[in-house]
Structures are given as C-alpha cells and as structure tokens.
T-cell receptor, first 113, second 110 residues
Framework: DGGITQSPKYLFRKEGQNVTLSCEQN?????MYWYRQDPGQGLRLIYY???????QKGDIAEGYSVSREKKESFPLTVTSAQKNPTAFYLC????????????FGPGTRLLVL | GQNIDQPTEMTATEGAIVQINCTYQ??????LFWYQQHAGEAPTFLSY????GLEEKGRFSSFLSRSKGYSYLLLKELQMKDSASYLC???????????FGKGTMLLVSP
C-alpha cells in the first residue's frame, strides 16, 4: 500500500530533551512538509523540502530542525529550544511544485512531561 | 502573506445542506483547497479550485471567486459521519506552500 507513515503515534518528552519524529512516504513524492496543529489553530508550517538535501523554513521553524537525506524520509527534531512543544504534528507530501495536492500522514501527538 | 477566515463552528441536521464559507486576503494566489479532518486524525483532501466556478464531487461541491477572495464548500444530504472540522487552505503564488485557515467545526445532529 502506498502512503505516508508517521511514528510514534504518541511521544513523551522530558524538559530539556530533544526528540525526533519520523515521517516516511512510499509515494515517490518529491516534496515533504511538517505542520504543527494546536487546539483552535489551523495547521502552521514548520519546514518543507522540495527535493533531497534541500529544505526551507516555514512560518514557525524556531526550535525545530529537519533533514532530507533520502527522498522517502523527512524526520523532524523538536529541540529543547522549543519551549512549547506540546501539539499534534502532521507530515505531508506532494508530487512536487505546482498544482499537486498535499497528502497527510496520521500524525504524532507530542506531550511534555 | 495570507489571511484566511472561516467560521469557527456550524451546526446542521442530518439530511440537510450546509455551506461553509472561506474568505482570504493574499499577496499571491495559486489555488484553494478544502480538507476534512476528524478529531485526532489527519486531514483528508476534499477539493481543489484554481479557476472561478463550481467543482462538484458527489455530495460535496466547492466554489471559488478569485475577484472576491471567496470560496465555499457545500455539503448535501448531510450524514452523521460528516461531523468534522473543515479546513480551507490557499496555495501561494510560487506553488510551494499552503496557508491554512483555523478550520470550521461542523456538528451534524439527528
């Protein structure tokens, strides 16, 4: 089955700890995206990548880092610099720039202990 | 930048028709998307408009007026499973990113 997978479904972070959220797609999509969703807020773009080994900051990149070493993988690290990390994190992918639709993974809910 | 407005909540009755509006003010425009999101789940794609007019897909239709910065999603023959949040998103001029509205929570009652 083709699709986007995110793991884990739930993740707990201690104060001062970095955590990495996984996002994998087997759709052969060029572009991948990370969003954050808070209650009552829309999806906000953290980082995106249009091609392997390249990525750009979105609207709320501070306290986050990404890598794009492989086409199918776009992991997101939530660093200790992110002071309010509790949120629902969604990964998406699209075939590329232009008219293509973004498709979403199931999401990871991050909670701070 | 982009500014997107949607009503926060709407209620409707099973079997009825509901229209969810979305207005946007943008520095560039390259298409408008509607997504459905059930609580705790990922958004799923519903429709895409880039030209003015109505796009129909089964019980769902979406309309766009670029001159007015306005779109709506029309849901017919409402079912209980249509209770969800509906997200309006605008693609930027470069085609790289989407800006999402805060979503409209639709509650369908029997």
């Amino acid at each position: 089955d083709g699709g986007i997978t995110q793991s884990p479904k739930y993740l707990f972070r201690k104060e001062g700890q970095n955590v990495t959220l996984s996002c994998e797609q087997n759709l052969n999509h060029d572009a991948m995206y990370w969003y954050r969703q808070d209650p009552g807020q829309g999806l906000r773009l953290i980082y995106y990548s249009q091609i392997v080994n390249d990525f750009q900051k979105g609207d709320i990149a501070e306290g986050y880092s990404v890598s794009r070493e492989k086409k199918e993988s776009f992991p997101l690290t939530v660093t200790s610099a992110q002071k309010n990390p509790t949120a629902f994190y969604l990964c998406a992918s699209s075939a590329g720039q232009g008219q293509e639709t973004q498709y979403f993974g199931p999401g990871t809910r991050l909670l701070v202990l | 930048g982009q500014n997107i407005d949607q009503p926060t909540e709407m209620t409707a009755t099973e079997g009825a028709i509901v229209q969810i509006n979305c207005t946007y003010q943008t520095s560039g425009f390259n298409g408008l998307f509607w997504y459905q999101q059930h609580a705790g789940e990922a958004p799923t794609f519903l429709s895409y408009n880039v030209l003015d007019g109505l796009e129909e897909k089964g019980r769902f239709s979406s309309f766009l007026s670029r001159s007015k910065g306005y779109s709506y999603l029309l849901l017919k023959e409402l079912q209980m499973k249509d209770s969800a949040s509906y997200l309006c998103a605008v693609r930027d001029q470069g085609g790289s990113t989407l800006t999402f509205g805060k979503g409209t929570m639709l509650l369908v009652s029997p």
